[in-house]
């Protein structure tokens, strides 16, 4: 696995990093969803420059330009439902790109810190021999990420895989390392030290979907 860490040099990325885990500004939803679509626009560009390219012949008004155009066949497929804002940033880049959606949520079954993670719904076009962008903005303990990995395998195998992550811990990337492909891309533009006893983000952000659309049951 290939990791970019968009956050080793200073952009106007960290703008919106601050912005997303600040307490004070994360009370405005809407800011909070447009910041996190604003850093998948970022990482879509990014990631970009790993994508495959043919020159093809553009006609204008005065004549013919030669462009290198993205040749993979790209399907974004995103974790429900905290991965829809980051979905959106990515498609206003990779607007002619196929989409997917998949669910997956931590199941306490004993009440307490441990869990388990259940996939219930999957809606994709075929994967096979394609560009999997897989977007979800916190990796914590990595297990939903592989989870999900594991449910989408079932319906064929990505030619490239890219994991497209807002906020990641040290511990969750460990854990995904040997469980991709080698032909595997994380994507991440902040990296924390620590997990909590539940397994959430230390600083992180807190629950970004419960930020994105309020909190649920």
């Known amino acids: ?17 601050a912005e997303i885990r600040d307490v004070t500004v994360q009370k405005d939803s809407l800011r909070f969803r447009r910041n996190i679509e604003r850093i998948g626009e970022i990482l879509s560009y990014e990631l970009s420059k790993k994508l495959s390219y043919k020159a093809v012949d553009v006609a204008t008004p005065l004549g013919i330009k030669s462009i290198d155009k993205v040749t993979n066949d790209i399907v974004l497929c995103s974790i429900l439902r905290a991965g829809l804002p980051l979905h959106q940033g ?9 989409n997917a959606f998949i669910s997956a949520y931590r199941h306490h079954p004993n009440n307490d810190a441990e869990f388990e993670i259940v996939v219930e719904y999957f809606a994709a076009p075929s994967v096979e021999n394609k560009t ?10 990595g297990q939903s990420l592989v989870s999900v990995y594991e449910a989408i395998k079932k319906q064929g195998i990505p030619k490239e895989i890219h994991l497209v992550v807002v906020i990641a811990s040290k511990e969750g990337i460990k854990f995904i390392e040997d469980k991709f492909p080698e032909n595997t891309h994380l994507w991440i533009t902040a ?14 952000l807190g629950d970004a979907g419960d930020l994105a659309f309020g909190s649920k049951l």
């Open 1 to 17: 696995m290939k990791i970019h860490n968009i956050s080793e040099n200073n952009s106007i990325l960290n703008k919106f990093i």
């Open 90 to 98: 990515l498609l206003n880049y990779f607007d002619d790109a196929e």
């Open 132 to 141: 999997l962008l897989l977007a979800d903005p916190m990796l914590a303990t």
């Open 191 to 204: 990296i924390d030290d620590n997990l909590n006893d539940k397994g959430y983000i230390i600083p992180g």
